[in-house]
């Protein structure tokens, strides 16, 4: 849809966060789309990276979408760890916020795509979900709506700016 969907966080994030247990682990991931990234088969492919490293050696996870995801709904898909990182917007007054989003050491399997993307002017359409590593229920926390402007891309770094497609008609006070 063209709206900012935002689901409140599910009971089991909720307790994750507020006891903070050494035993449960949470996944944050993005998801990047846009009408260039496609799969072999000419349909649409997103790229999918998750902040995760274990013993220092970088891995692919497979975690469950949610039932209505913008791409592949309820399937398990492959997440590649990757660093990456939001930066949350400046509530100036007469100012759009905006996201910076980064994707650090992009890999040579994703930069192919991402070359594309900054080649073609259409949205790049931008998922953040939060997962419990090793609960295959689906992601606990969702964030849809996000559009990526400004991208630059070096060989060592992808960023760029993005904004809500429609923030300002949207509750925030229940997350903060």
Not at 9 to 27: C, F, G, H, M, Q
Not at 55 to 73: S, V
Not at 91 to 110: M, Y
Request: with cysteine; hydrophobic share 40%.
């Amino acid at each position: 849809g063209g709206s900012v969907v935002i689901d409140p966080w599910k009971e089991a994030i909720r307790e994750a966060y507020a006891s903070a247990p050494t035993d449960v682990r949470i996944l944050h991931t993005l998801e990047l789309r846009h009408p260039t990234c496609l799969d072999d088969d000419g349909g649409l492919r997103a790229i999918r990276v998750v902040l995760e490293k274990v013993g220092g050696k970088a891995r692919t996870i497979g975690l469950r979408l949610e039932d209505d995801a913008p791409l592949h709904p309820g399937q398990t898909v492959q997440c590649q760890a990757c660093p990456f990182g939001l930066d949350l917007p400046d509530l100036a007054e007469g100012k759009l916020p905006e996201i910076q989003i980064w994707v650090d050491n992009v890999s040579q399997e994703i930069m192919p795509y991402l070359e594309n993307a900054v080649s073609q002017r259409a949205d790049l359409a931008v998922s953040y979900r939060e997962f419990i590593d090793g609960d295959d229920s689906g992601p606990q926390y969702i964030l849809h709506g996000l559009k990526i402007r400004r991208v630059k891309a070096t060989v060592y770094k992808v960023s760029g700016s993005a904004g809500f497609l429609d923030f300002l008609n949207n509750r925030y006070g229940e997350l903060y």
